[in-house]
């Protein structure tokens, strides 16, 4: 069942999501060649509860820690650990946070140090997916209609669309309906209505679509053990347009990055 939230809950989910941006952007300015992601971990973990909420993944379903770290070849649900990124890394960072009773969760792919332009370009094109995507949460579209968006844009440049792991509706349970796939049939699945929230989040392969699970129950891997990357917003539907309650501006600021796509998606959806 889809649980429908009032203006107020949308507020309270604003500040949960932007309690993860924060923490995101502090996480960023850390990541380098030689850092652990245990270490990440931990400035995560002391993040969020400066700003009075709790990791919105430790416990959750048991996992282990705040983050899910995930590098190179791993798709998602990396167990943060004590080995060193290197120069030529990515790490897919997922965070969730839950304050007021509300979950926050998104994610970013984040390159160590220098990658090479075939990986940069898998980043590039994994987030201008999630826009796509963004873009088709609107007012009497279906679940299909992003996922379709989504797939049509990352098949188009060779890539592969993860099919086993979704995205989902947000809000006082992490894992909400409905489900939000990256792959889909247009005008299928079930219809967006006023005041859903939910996080897309493209799950997008250099390589085979295909993926395998480690031994440790949670880790996810490409078949193939190529790239993978991971970006992730929260979006509530609001006067029948797709509003982002999560941000990555936090991130840039860190990593002195000038985008302007988010005011640059506002000012397209303007006109939806
Ligand atoms: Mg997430
Ligand atoms: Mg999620």
């Not at 960072?93 to 984040?110: M, P, Q, R, S, V």
């Not at 007012?139 to 995205?167: F, K, M, T, W």
């Not at 679509?209 to 053990?225: A, E, F, P, V």
């Not at 917003?233 to 936090?250: I, N, R």
Request: glycine share 10%; aromatic share 8%; hydrophobic share 35%.
């Amino acid at each position: 069942m889809i649980k429908i939230k009032t203006r107020e809950e949308i507020e309270l989910m604003r500040q949960s999501a932007l309690i993860v941006s924060k923490t995101l952007g502090e996480v960023a300015k850390a990541i380098k060649p030689g850092v652990t992601t245990l270490q990440l971990d931990k400035i995560a973990e002391e993040c969020i509860r400066d700003q009075g909420a709790v990791p919105g993944f430790l416990g959750l379903y048991d996992f282990p820690n705040t983050l899910c770290m995930s590098p190179n070849s791993q798709v998602v649900h990396g167990i943060p650990n004590s080995e060193s990124l290197v120069e030529g890394d990515i790490i897919s960072i997922d965070c969730g946070a839950l304050k007021n009773g509300f979950y926050g969760d998104h994610a970013y792919t984040f390159p160590v140090g220098e990658i090479s332009p075939e990986v940069e370009k898998l980043l590039k094109v994994t987030k201008e997916s999630l826009y796509i995507g963004i873009r088709e949460f609107k007012i009497n579209n279906r679940v299909g209609d992003v996922g379709y968006a989504i797939q049509q844009y990352c098949e188009s440049h060779g890539y592969g669309v993860v099919r086993e792991l979704v995205g989902h509706g947000l809000g006082q349970k992490m894992h909400e309906d409905p489900e939000m796939p990256n792959y889909g049939r247009r005008g299928r699945g079930k219809k967006f209505v006023e005041g859903m929230v939910v996080a897309i989040e493209p799950m997008i392969n250099m390589g085979t679509q295909r993926i395998k699970q480690h031994r440790d129950g949670w880790t996810i891997t490409t078949l193939d053990n190529l790239p993978s990357a991971h970006f992730e917003h929260d979006v509530a539907l609001v006067d029948g347009k797709p509003e982002l309650l999560s941000t990555f501006a936090y991130i840039y600021d860190a990593l002195g990055i000038k985008s302007n796509e988010e005011d640059e998606f506002r000012q397209e959806i303007l006109v939806l």
